[in-house]
């Protein structure tokens, strides 16, 4: 089983738990290497095949890379071990201490108590995220504003869903994802009640 691990610092996780999250955005990167070069200069390209989306890259030369498929991390239907340290969870501590017990990157996806099942994937431009997809992306909304929901946060009073969601993003990814508008996987997923 695989793990998907969602921003703590900013309560993506709880959004996840509790149910306000049901989607999530992940960047498509070019592969690192190819031959042992860095592959630059490439376009994407979406495809609906038998095996769902898949995105089909190309450099602008086609002489680095020759069409390199890429298929998403997660699948339709795949169920998938929300990942949380240790010490979050209702265990006892174990001596030693494991490598995961601060720390959800290390943790084992058959021990985690929560699962998510994936509904739908496709591949878009960041910028494309519709206003009801963001608050599929855990975007609240108190009308009239929107903000994204994290503790300790001044950051409130976006007039959009989409203004909000592209505040977290620059959080979440780095300052300037957003206007940059990379190619991104959209995984829409359901939360697994016990």
């Not at 709880?14 to 070069?37: D, N, S, W, Y």
């Not at 038998?50 to 450099?59: A, F, I, N, P």
């Not at 780095?174 to 997923?189: D, I, L």
Request: proline share 5%; with cysteine; hydrophobic share 40%.
């Amino acid at each position: 089983m695989k793990k998907i691990m969602f921003n703590d610092r900013y309560g993506l996780t709880q959004a996840v738990l509790h149910g306000r999250k049901t989607m999530t955005r992940r960047l498509i990167t070019c592969p690192r290497e190819f031959k042992g070069e860095w592959v630059a200069g490439f376009s994407i390209h979406k495809y609906k095949g038998g095996r769902g989306t898949e995105v089909w890259m190309h450099d602008a030369d086609e002489a680095i890379m020759d069409g390199g498929q890429l298929l998403p991390k997660y699948k339709v239907g795949e169920v998938v071990a929300i990942a949380q340290a240790y010490n979050e969870l209702d265990i006892f501590r174990p001596y030693p201490v494991p490598a995961g017990w601060t720390n959800k990157m290390f943790v084992k996806a058959d021990l985690m108590p929560h699962r998510l099942q994936i509904t739908a994937v496709k591949v878009e431009r960041l910028q494309e995220i519709s206003d009801e997809d963001c608050l599929k992306e855990g975007i609240c909304a108190y009308l009239p504003h929107y903000f994204y929901d994290y503790e300790g946060s001044n950051d409130y009073g976006f007039n959009t869903p989409r203004e909000a969601f592209a505040a977290l993003i620059d959080k979440v990814s780095g300052k300037g994802t957003w206007n940059s508008n990379p190619w991104v996987w959209a995984y829409e997923f359901q939360l697994l009640r016990d």
